[in-house]
């Protein structure tokens, strides 16, 4: 009798093992899926954090103008920057330029610059403006319509022009 008590705990115990660790596997799972806009590849330029401009970085502009039914928005110097660092995509005055600096070759798109903006962009809200019946938000990239703004690639010299409308 004493030996079916002993076999008894054992197996209860080797149950709550089991099931402890596939509640623990099964929480790692989802922790994976949660806020993934993209590999962690695509996404380094969000963990950028420059103390200075040096000579050892990928720098170049692009500009980015945003209106919202016929309002021109700005977007203010020193956006993306703090006392500490200043991010992968940053702002220095308020004329629409941003300013990419990598430590080496990143894709900075549209959706990482409002990230750090922390505005929202996706296709029913722009900024502080949520799309209206009859309404939509449209970009174009020196001057020809983008489709997919929200992944658009930065590259040198580009003129973006954000319009919800």
Not at 73 to 94: N, Q
């Amino acid at each position: 009798m004493a030996n079916m008590g002993w076999i008894l705990v054992v197996t209860m115990v080797g149950l709550a093992l089991i099931i402890a660790g596939a509640q623990l596997s099964s929480q790692e799972d989802e922790e994976d899926d949660v806020g993934d806009i993209g590999s962690d590849e695509d996404n380094r330029i969000l963990d950028v954090c420059l103390q200075s401009h040096s000579e050892d970085l990928t720098h170049y502009h692009t500009n980015l103008e945003i209106s919202i039914r016929g309002e021109d928005r700005a977007i203010l110097s020193g956006t993306g920057v703090t006392s500490t660092c200043m991010s992968g995509i940053h702002t220095h005055s308020d004329d629409g330029t941003l300013h990419i600096e990598t430590p080496g070759d990143m894709e900075a798109r549209l959706e990482h610059f409002f990230e750090i903006w922390d505005e929202p962009l996706s296709g029913t809200q722009l900024m502080d403006a949520t799309v209206g019946q009859g309404e939509s938000i449209t970009m174009t990239v020196d001057g020809v319509l983008v489709e997919d703004y929200e992944n658009h690639i930065f590259a040198n010299g580009q003129e973006i022009i954000i319009k919800l409308e």
